[in-house]
């Protein structure tokens, strides 16, 4: 038995980076814990999570005494600690295609405001439509569809040669868009990838956190 690790997700099941973490995970059938953090009430900014979270954020993981937020941090952090063999790979083994895929991961998080804004999880997960978007939204909309047009062909089921955890990331993003314009083989691609059983288990978790 290795040491155990403890992912805080929200509690609603909702974040797509708790969300990132928790397939990374599974992908790698590593055992772990998962407790459930109230956004709501503030107990992200409370003890003893605030001890554990240095940014006071979801998620965040905690391995053998060691706490570690952002997500795309603590999936680079699981590929050096668990490594292939015996684990799968999170991140392409290429160096560029590896940058690449971190690259994607860095600009789904700080780029396409207004769309994230327009488009919340809840569009995601809860299949809630939205208003047409606004100027904004449509040109980061826009934006998304070139790039991941750029990145993703027909009848193409992930980014690379193998599975990595960039694409679980661009999908739940192409997800936003579910009720909007979606080239088909974009919507092919994140419907493709909504079925890998590691996101299943979320969405499980995420439906269980609404009853």
């Known amino acids: 038995m290795g040491a155990p ?9 909702l974040s797509p980076y708790a969300m ?12 772990f814990e998962v407790r459930p ?18 940014t006071a954020r979801v998620p965040a993981l905690t391995h053998d005494g060691f706490n570690l937020t952002e997500s795309s941090v603590i999936t680079e952090y699981l590929d050096e600690v668990f490594p292939a063999p015996g684990h799968a790979l999170l991140y392409p083994q290429g160096t560029r295609e590896r940058a690449r895929a971190r690259q994607l991961q860095a600009w789904l998080r700080s780029d396409l405001g207004a769309l994230r804004q327009e488009r919340p999880t ?12 606004s100027d904004a939204a449509h040109a980061a909309s826009a934006k998304l569809i070139q790039v991941a047009s750029y990145l993703i062909g027909v009848d193409q089921t992930n980014l690379f040669d193998d599975w990595c955890i960039a694409d679980t990331d661009l999908a739940v ?5 579910a009720f909007d314009d979606l080239p088909d083989p ?17 969405l499980a978790h995420n439906a269980a956190a609404r009853n």
């Open 37 to 54: 953090i109230d956004l709501e009430a503030g107990e992200q900014r409370m003890q003893p999570y605030q001890c554990r979270a240095l």
């Open 186 to 202: 974009l919507r092919a691609y994140a419907d493709a990838q909504w079925q890998r059983p590691a996101v299943q288990k979320w």
């Open 122 to 133: 809840e569009t995601v997960f809860y299949g809630a439509a939205g208003q047409p978007l």
């Open 20 to 31: 990132s973490v928790y397939v990374a995970l599974t992908e790698k059938q590593l055992p």
């Open 5 to 13: 690790i403890t992912l805080y997700v929200d509690s609603q099941f």
């Open 173 to 177: 993003m192409l997800k936003r868009l």
